[in-house]
C-alpha cells in the first residue's frame, strides 16, 4: 500500500483521515432499519449494534463481499439478515471508502469486506452463513484474502479472530495490534496476513476435510511461476516459464472486482483492454510493446501472458548508474551518465513516436513503467493505462510524471500526457523534484544551482523543465514568492538561511488551525495512526521547534497541546517521539513543570518502558526527557530516573528484542539511539561506565554497515534490508550523529576511522527526495551541522552550509510564509518527521552555532571522571 494513500484522499492539500473528505460520494445504509435501531459511524464503517447480543471479544466473524454495483442490494440482505437475528454488523459508509478499500494501491488484508457480521458464537455463525450464502446466491465479490469462502458462496467469507476494539494492545510506536487467545488461552497478536490463517489450538468447524496446503511449483494452466515481481491488491505480476516450449514469459494477474480506481473500473478490466492494445499495438507497430502471448481466465481470475522482457526498470537503473551522489564522481563518469541519459530519452521517444504513429498514447510514463535493457536501451511495459488518441486519456496516473490538472484544462493535446511524463522522466534523471517544481516552477533555478557540481547539459536541462520554466515564459523576479538568487546562497548564506527560518516561522504560524479537531499543525499520516499530540507527527513537534528557535507560541496553541495531551494522558505510549516522554519535554519547555512530570512518571511505569529500549519508544527515550528535565530544572530527583533508565538498559539480557523489529539499525529504533541516551547520562553524571556501555552499542552497529562502491560506509533500516539509508531517523546520518559524540569524547579507533566513511557518503546524499528531518535534507543538514559544530573543521562548516542552503528550494510559497511537502511529496506538512518544523529545527542548529563563524575548538567536553 502506498504511504499515506487513503490520508492524501481526503484533501488536496493536507493529510486527513479519509472520512473527514468533504464529499465521500453515495452513502450506503440499510434500506428498512427496525425501530429504535440507529447506526453509528466508526472510520470508515457504519456500525449497527445488535438488539439482543452485544460484541464478544473474539469468534467467528464474517465478511461479505460485493460488486460495486450491486453494493446496496447486498448491503440490504446482509442487513435484514442481521437485524432479524439480532446481531452486530458494520458496512462500509460510501462510495469513496469502497473504492479506497478496493483500490488497486490498497492494503492486499483490507480489500474485499464490505461488510463485517459478529457472530456471538459457533451456532449463530453457522446459522448465519447458510442464510446469507442461500440469500446471496448468484451473486459476486472480490475474494477476501484473509478469509475462506463459505462452501460454494462468491461472497459469504469467515475467519476466526479479535473482533474490532474489543481485544488490542498499544505498541511502542504508538499504533494499536488486534490480540487473540489461541485454543490454550496463549495471547498473542491477530495476525492479519493475506491468506486464511488459524490460531494455534482452533479448527475449522464448518468445512467437512480441511484444504491441503499447496507444495511444489505454482502452475497456472501451462505456466509455471518461478518468481514473483509485485503483488498488489490487482493482482500478482510474475516471471514464469512455458512448460510446453520452456520459454520465460511474463505473466500479470487481475483478481476479480478488485484492484478498482476511481472511474470505477476493476483490474480485470484493464487487463482485457491492455490485451488488446497489445495485440493491436503488435500487428502495427511490433517491438512498442511486449509481444502478447496469451490471455485466459483461470478460476476468477484474469491473466494476461507477455514475452518477458529482460532488464531493470528505470528507477533502479537511476539507483545503481548515477554518479550524482557517488563520493567517486568524476568529470568523465558525470559526462558518461548524462550521454547514457540522452540515449535512454532518445529510445523513449522513438518508442512513444512509434506508439503515437499506431494511434495509441501510453498514458503512464514514470519510472517503473520504462525498462533499461541489457544492451542500453528503452523499453516500455505495462500498458494498463495506454488509451487510443481518438478516445479521453486514461484517469491512471503517478503523482509527478502526470500532468496538473491546471494544464490538462489548458492544453488539450492529445499527447500531452506522454510528453509531460518524458519531461518528468528527465527530470527525475538529475534530481527527484518532481512534485517541488509542480507546486514552485520557480525553484528550479535553485536546484540548477545546487546541481552545479555536475553541470546538466543545457539540452538536459531544457527537456527536464519543458513544461516548467518554457522559455517564453516571464517571472516577476520582484514578487512575494520570488526565491533567491543562485547567487545569494554564496554570497551571503547567514542572509539567506535567516529569511529563510522566519518564513517558515511565519508558514507554520498560519497553517495552525487550533479548532480543527484532526490537528492544530498539518502532520504527517503516522499521526492519524498513533496519536496528534506527539513530538515526532502532532502538535508537541510543532510548538517545539517553535519555542526552541524563540518564537512566541500563541497561548491559544500552547493550551490546545495541554488539553489534548491530558486528555489522551491513558492512552498515550512512554516513547520520546511518539508518547508521553516527547510531549512531557515539551510541556517542560513552556513552563508546565508539574503536568511534565506526571507524564514523565507515566512514561516511567509503562510496561512498554520495560519490554522497549529504543530512543523513540521506549527507555533511552525516556531517560533523554528526565535528562532535559533535569538539566532545565536542576533537581537531582530527576536525574536519579535518568540513571535508573539507564542502569535498566545495561540490564537488558536480550538486547534484540528491545529494539525495534528485525533487528532494527539507527538512530530511532536500534543501537545508535541507545549509546546517544548513554553519552548524555555519562555527560550528566561523569560517570564513564554509561559512557563505555554506549561504545560498545556502537561498535555493535557498526558491524552491522556496509561499504558502498565508492568507498563510503552506510546502513540500512534492519537485518530484512540491504538498502544504504543515508538519513537521520534510520540512516547513516543518525549513526554519525552518535559516532560524533563519541569521537570528540573518547579514544576509540574503530568510531574513528568509521566517522570519516560515513560521512562521505551522507554529504554526497543531499539530493533528496523530501526536505523533511527523518528521512530528507533537513536531518542531513542537522546532522552536518552537529559534526561542523563538533569538529570544527572548514570542511565540515563549509558540507552543513552547502546542505541547509539547499532546503531553500523545496520552500513552497503560502499565503505567509513558506510551507514544505512532506511523506512522499503527496501533501503540505508542518510536522517534526517531515515537514516545516523539522526544517526549522535543522536551520536554527546552523544558525545558532554561530556555525558560519564557529571556532575551531568548539568541542563537546565530558568532566574528567569520565
Known amino acids: 500500500m502506498l504511504e499515506g494513500f487513503g490520508e492524501a484522499l481526503a484533501d488536496q492539500e493536507y493529510f486527513l483521515p479519509l472520512p473527514s473528505a468533504a464529499d465521500p460520494g453515495p452513502r450506503f445504509a440499510p434500506g428498512e432499519v427496525p425501530p429504535g435501531l440507529c447506526g453509528s459511524a466508526q472510520g470508515l464503517w457504519t456500525v449497527w449494534a445488535g438488539s439482543r447480543t452485544g460484541f464478544p471479544e473474539q469468534g467467528w466473524k464474517i465478511h461479505v463481499s460485493a460488486r460495486l454495483d450491486r453494493a446496496q442490494h447486498v448491503l440490504d440482505r446482509v442487513a435484514g439478515i442481521c437485524f432479524s437475528e ?21 492494503a492486499r488484508t483490507q480489500a474485499g469486506k464490505f461488510c463485517t457480521v459478529y457472530p456471538p458464537d459457533t451456532t449463530t455463525a453457522r446459522r448465519l452463513l447458510e442464510r446469507l450464502r442461500d440469500a446471496l446466491d448468484g451473486e459476486e465479490g472480490p475474494y477476501v484474502l484473509t478469509d475462506r469462502r463459505f462452501r460454494d458462496s462468491r461472497t459469504v467469507h469467515y475467519r476466526y479472530g479479535s473482533f474490532d476494539g474489543v481485544r488490542s494492545r498499544l505498541r511502542a510506536d504508538g499504533t494499536r495490534e488486534g490480540t487473540i487467545r489461541d485454543g490454550s488461552g496463549r495471547e498473542g497478536v491477530d495476525s492479519r496476513l493475506p491468506a486464511f490463517h488459524l490460531p494455534a489450538g482452533i479448527t475449522d468447524p464448518f468445512v467437512e476435510q480441511e484444504e491441503e496446503s499447496h507444495a511444489g511449483p505454482i502452475l497456472i494452466r501451462d505456466y509455471e511461476v518461478t518468481r514473483a515481481v509485485r503483488l498488489s491488491n490487482a493482482g500478482g505480476a510474475y516471471r514464469a ?35 488488446d492494445v497489445l495485440r493491436d499495438l503488435h500487428a502495427a507497430a511490433p517491438g512498442v510493446g511486449p509481444e502478447p502471448l496469451d490471455h485466459f481466465t483461470e478460476w476468477e481470475h484474469d491473466f494476461l501472458v507477455t514475452e518477458y522482457v529482460a532488464g531493470q526498470p528505470l528507477v533502479g537503473w537511476l539507483s545503481r548508474s548515477s554518479p550524482l551522489a557517488r563520493a567517486d564522481r568524476t568529470a568523465e563518469s558525470v559526462a558518461a551518465y548524462y550521454e547514457a541519459c540522452r540515449r535512454l530519452l532518445a529510445a523513449l521517444d522513438a518508442s512513444l513516436e512509434r506508439l503515437h504513429g499506431a494511434g495509441y498514447r501510453f498514458g503512464d510514463l514514470n519510472l517503473g513503467n520504462v525498462l533499461v535493457t541489457p544492451s542500453g536501451g528503452a523499453r516500455l511495459v505495462d500498458f494498463e493505462a495506454a488509451s487510443a488518441l481518438s478516445a479521453a486519456p486514461c484517469g491512471i496516473g503517478t503523482p509527478g510524471f502526470t500532468p496538473p490538472p491546471g494544464l490538462r484544462r489548458t492544453d488539450t493535446d492529445p499527447l500531452l500526457q506522454d510528453r509531460y511524463g518524458a519531461s518528468a522522466v528527465a527530470l527525475a534523471f538529475l534530481a527527484p523534484f518532481n512534485e517541488v517544481a509542480e507546486h514552485a516552477p520557480a525553484n528550479l533555478v535553485l536546484l540548477r544551482r545546487d546541481l552545479a557540481d555536475v553541470a546538466p547539459p543545457q539540452d538536459l536541462w531544457r527537456r527536464a523543465t519543458a ?71 502532532g502538535t508537541a513537534g510543532a510548538v517545539y521547534a517553535l519555542h526552541r528557535t524563540g518564537t512566541e507560541v500563541p497561548e491559544e496553541i500552547r493550551e490546545r497541546l495541554r488539553r489534548d495531551a491530558l486528555a489522551l494522558r491513558g492512552a498515550l505510549p512512554p516513547g520520546l517521539l511518539v508518547g508521553s516522554a516527547g510531549i512531557a519535554r515539551v510541556l517542560a519547555d513552556l513552563g508546565r513543570l508539574d503536568e511534565a512530570v506526571d507524564l514523565l512518571r507515566d512514561a516511567d511505569g509503562h510496561p512498554l518502558t520495560a519490554s522497549c529500549g529504543t530512543l523513540a519508544g521506549g527507555r533511552a527515550g525516556v531517560g533523554l526527557g528526565w535528562l532535559a528535565l533535569h538539566r532545565l530544572t536542576g533537581e537531582n530527583r530527576h536525574l536519579e530516573r535518568a540513571v535508573a533508565a539507564g542502569e535498566g538498559l545495561l540490564r537488558v539480557p536480550d538486547l534484540p528484542t528491545a529494539l525495534g523489529e528485525h533487528d532494527a539499525r539507527g538512530l530511532l529504533h536500534g543501537r545508535s539511539g541507545l549509546a546517544l541516551f548513554l553519552h548524555r547520562l555519562a555527560r550528566d553524571t561523569g560517570e564513564a561506565r554509561f559512557l563505555e556501555a554506549g561504545r560498545l552499542l556502537l561498535h555493535q552497529e557498526l558491524d552491522r554497515t556496509f561499504a558502498l562502491e565508492d568507498g563510503a560506509l552506510s546502513i540500512s533500516d534492519d537485518a530484512r534490508l540491504t538498502r544504504a539509508m543515508p538519513y537521520l531517523a534510520t540512516g547513516a546520518a543518525g549513526l554519525a550523529t552518535v559516532l560524533t559524540r563519541y569521537v570528540t569524547t573518547t579514544s576509540d579507533e574503530r568510531c574513528a576511522a568509521a566517522l570519516p566513511r560515513l560521512v562521505t557518503g551522507i554529504r554526497v546524499s543531499c539530493a533528496t527526495k523530501e526536505a523533511g528531518l527523518y528521512r530528507g535534507l533537513a536531518g542531513l543538514a542537522w546532522f552536518l551541522a552537529e559534526h561542523a559544530g563538533l569538529t570544527g573543521t572548514d570542511t565540515a562548516r563549509n558540507d552543513a552550509v552547502r546542505a541547509a542552503t539547499g532546503l531553500l528550494k523545496y520552500a513552497i510559497p503560502y499565503r505567509r510564509g513558506v510551507r514544505f511537502l512532506g511523506a512522499g511529496s503527496q501533501r503540505f506538512t508542518a510536522d517534526l518527521s517531515s515537514g516545516g518544523a523539522g526544517v526549522l529545527l535543522a536551520l536554527h542548529r546552523l544558525l545558532s552555532g554561530p556555525l558560519l563563524t564557529a571556532p575551531r575548538d568548539a568541542r563537546l567536553r565530558l568532566p574528567a571522571a569520565a
Request: aromatic share 8%; net charge neutral; hydrophobic share 30%.
Open 86 to 106: 439480532g446481531v452486530p454488523f458494520k458496512h462500509l459508509s460510501a462510495r469513496l471508502f469502497f473504492l479506497f478499500l478496493h483500490h488497486k494501491h490498497a
Open 241 to 275: 516459464r512455458d512448460r510446453r516450449t520452456g520459454r520465460t514469459v511474463f505473466l500479470k494477474e487481475a483478481r476479480a472486482h478488485n484492484g478498482l480506481v476511481f472511474d470505477g473500473t476493476d483490474a480485470r478490466q484493464r487487463l482485457r483492454h491492455e490485451y
Open 467 to 537: 513544461f516548467h520554466l518554457p522559455e517564453d515564459r516571464t517571472r516577476n523576479e520582484n514578487g512575494p514568492d520570488r526565491p533567491p538568487s543562485p547567487t545569494e546562497p554564496e554570497t551571503d548564506p547567514h542572509g539567506c538561511l535567516t529569511r529563510l527560518a522566519e518564513e517558515v516561522t511565519a508558514g507554520l504560524l498560519e497553517m495552525a488551525d487550533v479548532d480543527r479537531p484532526e490537528w492544530a499543525f498539518p502532520p504527517s499520516p503516522e499521526a492519524f495512526r498513533t496519536n496528534n499530540v506527539c513530538l515526532a507527527h
